[in-house]
């Protein structure tokens, strides 16, 4: 039976003293999570070791970067290796966010280098892909997304492909004023898991938690997951705020 997952990217928010406050905010929440469900929070770097001290007895909760270096170590200024983050005790590296993507230009190849970097120090990468507004009104989005996904991820074998969490992003719902409904969330989803069992066989596919990351909110987060391919959320603005959060985690099936 395959995760089902709460996951908060703070992105670049909150400043030394907000951050400390909004973990010990979630800290002081109790959560009954079962052995199938868990947290997973992407601080920014300067808060990891923080993240994981205020919340190391937080049961199934765990603590993961926003982005990593494909190199292990060497004159690459101001980037961090995911051999780096497995020495502090993060367990999880967020991958190919579409920020990541528009803004610093990381590509496919890029980010299947990146795939293995985290892989090989036995963490697990959370892999975004996702398209744009002109791709889903063009109509292209299955293709689009089943492009990222091959060219940065089918060079693993079974075991690895396993390891790893996917996140859809439909860009075009974030942000914008256009909503993505939890069929169109479903509907990619569903062609995602698809598309691995095309490459790697059902029983794989069923394996490999799939999130949605469009928006999702204390609102509208119980209707998204109870998609049967929807496994969960990554959360942006709304996990800034402990209450809210807390909602979305509690509407984990």
């Not at 770097?45 to 060497?74: H, M, V, W």
């Not at 060219?151 to 719902?173: D, G, Q, R, T």
């Amino acid at each position: 039976m395959r995760k089902k997952i709460a996951a908060a990217n703070w992105k670049m928010n909150c400043n030394l003293m907000e951050a400390t406050a909004l973990l010990k905010a979630l800290n002081e929440k109790t959560f009954s999570l079962t052995s199938n469900q868990s947290v997973i929070i992407a601080v920014p770097f300067p808060y990891l070791l923080l993240a994981s001290e205020i919340l190391r007895e937080k049961d199934q909760f765990y603590i993961a970067a926003q982005n990593c270096y494909t190199k292990e170590s060497g004159a690459y200024t101001g980037e961090v290796s995911a051999q780096m983050l497995a020495s502090c005790g993060i367990s999880h590296v967020i991958i190919g966010h579409s920020e990541r993507r528009q803004y610093f230009n990381e590509s496919n190849a890029m980010l299947a280098e990146k795939t293995d970097a985290v892989l090989k120090q036995h963490l697990t990468p959370v892999f975004c892909c996702g398209e744009a507004l002109e791709i889903r009104e063009g109509g292209s989005q299955n293709t689009f997304v089943e492009k990222q996904i091959s060219e940065s991820l089918f060079h693993l074998n079974e075991n690895e492909i396993s390891n790893v969490i996917i996140a859809y992003e439909p860009i075009w719902a974030i942000g914008t004023g256009h909503t993505a409904s939890a069929h169109q969330a479903e509907e990619m989803h569903a062609h995602i898991r698809k598309v691995i069992a095309g490459n790697y066989g059902e029983e794989v596919a069923n394996q490999v938690s799939i999130l949605y990351g469009g928006s999702v909110n204390a609102g509208n987060a119980q209707q998204l997951f109870s998609e049967p391919d929807v496994d969960g959320g990554l959360v942006g603005g709304a996990s800034l705020k402990a209450d809210d959060f807390e909602k979305i985690i509690n509407s984990l099936p």
